[in-house]
């Protein structure tokens, strides 16, 4: 544990991609979450460069529950659908982005406040634990790239506001 200790830290000062076996874990982010929201969604791409693995679940104090969700789209609406693993396959890519595959934190124990950051633990089958903090960006922010405060005011996408939690 000590060993591992010590190559979080190392991560931790190099800020990501965060590595773990043959994962990079990169880009990682969290949508600001609106005062009454309770719920709020995280992002992330993960490089695969070994054998198949699966994400299976993550961790985090932010929120009373981690959910891996996916959209389905039922008619003209997208609804998001918990699901038990992401695949990661060998030598791919995964990205978890607005609109697809992500972590959902439920029951926010506070906001998700622009410019603060979440520390979360994945779950992975194979490659076990992979720590990473995700920075709160704004809420309708697409990735990273989106520097808070770069944005115009109102420009943003709505997020998660009217979108369906099929399974809470
Ligand atoms: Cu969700």
Known sequence: MKFKSVLFAVAALFALPAWAADLEV??????????????????????NHGAADRLLGAEASVSKAVELHTHIKDGDVYRMR??????VPAHGTVQL?????????????????????????????KAGAVKVEMPVLGVGAMGPAMMPGQGMPGQGMPGHGPMEHGKH
Do not use: Q
């Not at 880009?27 to 993960?46: E, T, Y």
């Not at 934190?105 to 603060?116: N, Q, R, T, V, Y």
């Open 26 to 47: 990169s880009g990682a982010f969290v949508r600001a979450s609106p005062a009454m929201a309770g719920a709020g969604a995280g992002f992330l791409s993960i490089v």
């Open 82 to 87: 918990a699901v038990e693993a992401i695949a």
């Open 97 to 125: 982005k607005p609109g697809g595959d992500h972590i959902m934190f439920i029951g926010l124990s506070e906001p998700l406040k622009e410019g603060a950051k979440v520390a979360v633990t994945l779950k992975f089958e």
